[in-house]
């Protein structure tokens, strides 16, 4: 029984923080995460207080002794975490850390962030007995959710969400990535095989969210194609008769999600993060535009053969076969976000002009350009680490193989030594290739193959500009004026762009029935609170 529990009623306060350095008073994308935490979070503590830095800082003085603060660390923000940890841990409350960064470097959130307790991996079944623990006064140093079933994932507590400040809702459908890119963690946190969610389950919690006035809703899937036709080529090949039928399972259940997303209200626009071999199954591609499945993040990385070698991913395609690749996403109606890598060890000068290329020819509705760093959990941050032996270079007191703990201010942009350019030319070359691409001149002319009247066009420039100023002047300006200055300017105009995104409730909704499926329509969304 918790320590300051009486009579059924628990006085725990119970934090969950999503930390940033900084904020922008409106958010992109609901974070997920502290929604799913409050549905694990058991009735008995009452309503967590859910508290996302990306609006506005918090002031971490509210917390008092004995609460419980659960702070979710990417390695992006990892260093605002700890500084949050320790002002609430000073306050005598109870400090749990989780998220990747904190799955990756446990010892760390003790050591810098002054944890009492760190969940590892999944946080459905794992913070609900960190939080049991704690209100007993006996938290142990680490609860290891590993990997949960699909069957076992949460929907998000989304009573909890503060009216207008967010312009896109988000749910899970799948999670993990049977790739292996060099430079990415999720298959290695996530794990390879996909574990999808089931469709009833996806459907009711996007049906909640289009009661609640949400019709823009990003499915925050690692990849939301799990299966390619090559996958299932090869595995024919092998002779794997039990291999094969489960990645048949894994398509076929897709296909009946997005049966599932087709039934709801068309106005609905789903936006979600794809690999390019999509776009060679156009059965995939047709049932993702039938699904109200309107854009796509897609892992371009790099335009040349030698790039994506460097990276591990040869299955995308590079020049005027990877344009042609890109344009089928626009052809089967599906709007793509290209996302590309600069930096990498065969990059030439040239690299900049030839991507930025790509992206117009491919009629790509946005872009984006980032620096390769090396993220913990990657095949990348290991063999840097690895090259730079046990003495690497320092920022003050901080060795770069840590560079998530230097001060933001003086934290590096470039980490790892190029054959041929110095950070500062892939610094300005990429900021270059921003400029280029998000100037008036660009977006106006894409604007008009992507929407049709002046007031969508307009739009489109706002989104535009916004989506410039709060993902890559906050993230390449190396001065913090420049940083200040735009998180300002994004600031200001994400007040009309979310107005933009902004639906109408429906609360009458009913959950469409997907196929093969007894009816559940009329029945309210129920949050699982009771499986915590
Ligand atoms: S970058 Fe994308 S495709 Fe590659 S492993 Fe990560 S999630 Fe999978």
């Known amino acids: 029984m918790c320590f300051v529990h009486a009579a059924g009623d628990c006085r725990v306060n ?12 409106i958010g992109v994308i609901t974070p997920r995460w502290l929604y799913v935490l409050a549905s694990a979070t058991p009735a008995i503590y009452g309503k967590p207080r859910l508290v996302d830095e990306t609006l ?6 509210a ?8 702070i979710g660390i990417h390695t992006g923000n990892a260093l605002r975490g700890y500084e949050l940890g320790n002002i609430a841990r000073a306050a005598g409350a109870y400090v749990v850390y989780g ?34 623990d704690c209100a007993a006064g006996q938290p142990k140093d680490r609860y290891d959710g590993g990997r949960v079933g699909g069957e076992t994932f949460l929907p998000g507590r989304w009573d909890l969400l503060p009216q207008g400040r967010y312009m896109w809702a988000s749910v899970q459908t799948v999670r993990g990535c049977p790739k292996h890119c060099s430079f990415c963690s999720v298959w290695r946190t996530d794990g390879q095989k996909p574990r999808q969610r089931h469709v009833n389950q996806v459907l009711e919690e996007i049906v909640d969210l289009r009661r609640r006035g949400f019709r823009f809703i990003a499915l925050a899937d690692d990849n939301f194609y799990p299966v390619t036709l090559e996958d ?3 595995a024919s090949r092998r002779n794997d008769p039990s291999h094969l039928e489960q990645l048949k399972a894994t398509r076929a259940e897709r296909f009946e999600l997005m049966a599932g997303l087709e039934k709801l209200p068309s106005d609905t626009v789903f936006f979600t993060q794809i690999t390019m071999e999509a776009a060679e199954d156009p059965e995939f591609l047709d049932a993702m535009r039938r699904a109200h499945i309107r854009g796509a993040l897609v892992g371009v990385e790099a335009v040349t053969p030698e790039g994506l070698k460097d990276i591990y991913k040869g299955f995308n395609e590079s020049g005027e076969s990877l344009v042609e690749r890109l344009q089928a996403f626009r052809r089967h109606g599906v709007h793509v976000l290209g996302s590309f890598i600069f930096g990498l060890p065969s990059d030439r000068e040239a690299t900049f002009d030839a991507t930025l290329s790509v992206a117009e020819r491919a009629n790509l509705t946005f872009a984006q350009f980032v620096m390769l760093t090396p993220f913990p959990g990657t095949l990348d941050f290991a063999a840097w680490e ?9 920022v003050g007191d901080i060795p770069v193989t840590r560079h998530w703990l230097i001060p933001q201010a003086q934290r590096p942009k470039i980490y790892m030594d190029h054959p041929v350019m110095t950070a500062d030319q892939i610094r300005s070359r990429t900021q270059a290739v921003w400029d280029h691409f998000y100037s008036f001149k660009s977006i106006w002319q894409r604007s008009r193959g992507s929407v049709t009247s002046l007031k969508a066009r307009l739009a489109f420039v706002l989104i535009s500009k916004i989506y410039r100023q709060m993902y890559a002047n906050t993230g390449i300006a190396t001065d913090s004026a420049r940083v200040n200055r735009s998180a300002q300017w994004a600031r200001w105009m994400a007040i009309p762009c979310r107005r933009l995104f902004a639906g109408r409730p429906m609360p009458d909704l009913e959950i469409p029935m ?15 609170r009771e499986r915590a």
């Open 14 to 25: 119970v934090y969950l923080i999503n930390p940033s350095h900084v904020s922008f008073g």
């Open 56 to 61: 506005e800082l918090f002031d971490a003085t």
């Open 63 to 70: 917390i008092k002794a004995g609460d419980v603060v659960g």
């Open 99 to 132: 998220g990747i960064h904190a799955t990756l470097y446990p010892d760390e959130a003790r050591e810098r962030g002054a944890a009492h307790a760190v969940v590892t991996g999944d946080g459905e079944q794992a913070w609900p007995a960190a939080l049991k």
């Open 232 to 234: 299932l080529r090869m």
């Open 386 to 394: 690895k090259s730079l032996g046990d003495e690497p270079p320092r």
């Open 514 to 528: 997907p196929m093969g499926h007894a009816a559940s329509s009329g029945v309210p969304v129920i949050f699982h």
